[in-house]
């Protein structure tokens, strides 16, 4: 079984709140990703609560953005109708569920081939979800599509690609 994880390509992401043009840029190629993959595609979604601006990283990112139940917070409506499970919500940079649900999923009767990963922010989500799979599953190959993801920065993107390289992460540009 391969899996594709489609990491928090959610409105603020996109146009919203934290947009980018280089988030909308990708948005036609992870549609494209996700109509042509051969496998289970899951997703996951930053998910903060009113109380954003009191935590850590409302503090050391002041921008509301994601809170649950807001627009913002949804799949970005060009994507979402490609999405057949609904998302994994998550607190923070990684998600521990999809990890969880994930390693559920890996069995001797059915183990998984692949893990593929495209979505936003390559620096903070992608990379965050991609060494939590490497350490929840490290024999299954974590691979990372850069060309379906968008760092906060061309440049820091960039980094985020060179940082996954080095802990074996398999980087391709499809």
Known sequence: MKILVVV???TDFIDGALGTKEAQAIVPR??????SFNGRVLSTRDTHEENYMETQEGK????????RKTS???????IS???????????????????QVLKAYHTYEEPIESITLIGVCT??????NA???????PEVPIIVDASCCAG????????????MKVCQIEIINE
């Open 123 to 128: 620096d903070i989500c992608v990379i965050s």
């Open 60 to 67: 050391k990112l002041p921008v509301v953005h994601c809170v």
């Open 131 to 137: 060494l939590l799979l490497k350490a929840y599953l």
């Open 30 to 35: 992870v549609i494209e990703k996700i109509k």
């Open 72 to 78: 913002g917070w949804q799949i970005h409506p060009e």
């Open 81 to 99: 109708p490609w999405l057949k499970e609904g998302p994994i919500d998550k607190p923070t940079f990684g998600s521990l569920g999809l990890g």
């Open 152 to 163: 906060v920065t061309p440049e820091t993107h960039k980094q985020a690609l060179e940082a």
């Open 8 to 10: 928090d390509m959610q």
